[in-house]
Protein backbone atom coordinates (compact mmCIF):
# COMPACT_ATOMS: atom_id res chain seq x y z
CA UNK A 1 0.00 0.00 0.00
CA UNK A 2 1.35 3.47 -0.80
CA UNK A 3 1.76 6.46 1.57
CA UNK A 4 -1.10 8.25 -0.91
CA UNK A 5 -3.67 5.26 0.32
CA UNK A 6 -2.51 5.92 4.18
CA UNK A 7 -2.96 9.73 4.38
CA UNK A 8 -5.96 10.04 1.68
CA UNK A 9 -8.02 6.95 1.77
CA UNK A 10 -10.73 6.31 -0.55
CA UNK A 11 -13.79 8.87 -0.18
CA UNK A 12 -16.75 7.65 1.27
CA UNK A 13 -19.32 9.41 -0.36
CA UNK A 14 -20.32 8.77 -4.17
CA UNK A 15 -19.01 12.29 -4.71
CA UNK A 16 -16.40 14.67 -3.41
CA UNK A 17 -17.28 18.01 -3.32
CA UNK A 18 -15.68 21.59 -1.38
CA UNK A 19 -17.36 23.94 0.44
CA UNK A 20 -18.30 27.26 -1.77
CA UNK A 21 -18.72 30.63 0.57
CA UNK A 22 -21.20 33.09 -0.37
CA UNK A 23 -19.39 36.21 -1.42
CA UNK A 24 -21.11 40.58 -1.55
CA UNK A 25 -20.89 41.34 -5.28
CA UNK A 26 -22.56 41.66 -8.10
CA UNK A 27 -21.91 39.91 -11.26
CA UNK A 28 -20.91 42.29 -14.10
CA UNK A 29 -21.88 39.78 -16.79
CA UNK A 30 -25.93 38.69 -15.34
CA UNK A 31 -25.84 41.53 -12.55
CA UNK A 32 -26.46 38.14 -10.35
CA UNK A 33 -25.72 38.44 -6.98
CA UNK A 34 -24.77 34.56 -6.54
CA UNK A 35 -21.29 34.69 -6.27
CA UNK A 36 -19.29 32.22 -4.55
CA UNK A 37 -15.03 31.69 -3.50
CA UNK A 38 -14.00 28.05 -3.51
CA UNK A 39 -10.63 26.24 -4.55
CA UNK A 40 -9.62 24.78 -7.84
CA UNK A 41 -7.33 22.80 -9.47
CA UNK A 42 -6.34 25.23 -12.25
CA UNK A 43 -4.21 24.18 -15.16
CA UNK A 44 -1.78 26.98 -13.87
CA UNK A 45 -1.87 24.83 -10.13
CA UNK A 46 -4.40 25.59 -7.02
CA UNK A 47 -5.88 28.47 -7.34
CA UNK A 48 -9.18 30.00 -5.39
CA UNK A 49 -11.90 31.70 -8.05
CA UNK A 50 -14.80 34.16 -7.68
CA UNK A 51 -17.54 33.17 -9.73
CA UNK A 52 -21.21 33.71 -10.41
CA UNK A 53 -22.82 30.39 -9.71
CA UNK A 54 -25.62 31.30 -12.17
CA UNK A 55 -23.57 32.52 -15.53
CA UNK A 56 -20.59 31.20 -14.14
CA UNK A 57 -18.74 34.23 -15.12
CA UNK A 58 -15.09 34.71 -13.57
CA UNK A 59 -14.71 37.83 -10.88
CA UNK A 60 -11.15 36.60 -10.11
CA UNK A 61 -8.64 33.82 -9.85
CA UNK A 62 -6.25 34.04 -7.31
CA UNK A 63 -3.17 31.74 -5.63
CA UNK A 64 -4.61 30.29 -2.36
CA UNK A 65 -3.54 32.01 0.89
CA UNK A 66 -1.75 29.60 3.58
CA UNK A 67 -5.85 30.14 5.52
CA UNK A 68 -7.42 28.46 2.68
CA UNK A 69 -5.57 24.80 3.10
CA UNK A 70 -5.59 24.60 -0.75
CA UNK A 71 -4.26 22.39 -1.63
CA UNK A 72 -4.44 19.98 1.06
CA UNK A 73 -1.76 17.57 0.38
CA UNK A 74 0.62 20.91 -0.25
CA UNK A 75 3.75 20.14 1.86
CA UNK A 76 4.07 21.96 5.18
CA UNK A 77 7.90 23.40 3.90
CA UNK A 78 6.16 24.90 0.54
CA UNK A 79 6.57 28.69 1.54
CA UNK A 80 10.86 27.63 3.48
CA UNK A 81 13.53 29.76 2.00
CA UNK A 82 15.89 27.19 0.34
CA UNK A 83 18.63 26.53 1.96
CA UNK A 84 22.39 25.93 0.29
CA UNK A 85 22.10 22.21 0.84
CA UNK A 86 19.08 21.89 -1.41
Keep these: MSVDRLLFPRPETERVSVERQPVEAVCPSCRGTNIARYPVANHLGP ?14 VTRPEPED ?3 AWRSPTRDWAPSRLG
Excluded at 47 to 60: A, E, G, I, P, Y
Design 47 to 60: RMVVKCQDCFTHLS
Design 69 to 71: HWP
